[in-house]
């Protein structure tokens, strides 16, 4: 299978804490890109960051990318109850930019 | 920004029937859809990409009798799940390829149940 890991699989925090998900993957890749799921909704676009870029940032997420490990780590500082979602990370597949392989998730849980 | 609409958004069916879900792209055109199937709290597997004129790229391991995936025009890709089973219940979601490289923009998925 194609599919990266994500750890933890479930994460629960209290808001202002800081969340930190962690995504593996197989094969060489020019970006990797994080997603957000409501329970029961489709997906949001949260940052795509690029195979030469080790680190970026966007609001409270910063996202780190190590080609050298085939690894990835979305950080959501202060967090809030509504961040609670399941975050994905995905990338390129069969050397198609737009065709994604998504990770297997972290349910992340933030407690009011 | 840009948008793709799922319909419908959940649906309820008898074992043996067929049941189509449209993904339309509303303000773009898109030559390019994908469809994934997701089961509850797992990830999304991509099961075909749909392209606009021509037959769909089916993934390893889906029957493509099975899930009939039709783009006829450059804002609409159908999948219809033939002969549904208890097994086909699942959220389906499509998404479609934008303009620039690597942009791409999700459905809101349609959540089927075949009873």
């Known amino acids: 299978s194609q599919q990266g890991e994500e750890d933890p699989q479930a994460l629960s925090i209290q808001e202002g804490e800081n969340a930190t998900m962690n995504c593996s993957y197989k094969t060489s890749i020019n970006n990797l890109q994080w997603y957000r799921q409501n329970s029961g909704r489709g997906l949001v676009h949260l940052i795509l960051?690029?195979?030469?870029?080790r680190e970026k940032h966007s609001g409270r997420l910063r996202v780190t990318l190590d080609t050298s490990k085939k690894s990835s780590s979305l950080l959501i500082t202060a967090s809030r109850a509504a961040d609670t979602a399941s975050y994905f990370c995905a990338t390129p597949y069969g050397g198609a930019t737009n065709k994604l392989i998504f990770g297997t998730g972290t349910l992340l849980a933030v407690q009011p | 920004g840009a948008v793709v609409s799922q319909h419908p958004s959940w649906v309820i069916c008898k074992s043996g029937t067929s049941v189509k879900i449209e993904c339309r792209s509303l303000d773009f055109q898109a030559t390019t859809m994908f469809w994934y199937r997701q089961f509850p709290k797992q990830s999304l597997m991509l099961m075909a990409t749909s392209n606009e004129g021509s037959k769909a790229t089916y993934e390893q391991g889906v029957e493509k009798d099975k899930f009939l995936i039709n783009h006829a025009s450059l804002t609409l890709s159908t999948l219809t799940v033939t002969s549904a089973h208890p097994e086909d219940s699942s959220f389906y979601i499509c998404?479609?390829?934008?303009?620039?490289?690597?942009?791409?923009?999700f459905g809101e998925g349609s959540r089927l149940t075949v009873l």
């Open positions: 960051i690029r195979s030469n870029e």
């Open positions: 998404s479609a390829k934008g303009r620039a490289p690597g942009e791409l923009f």
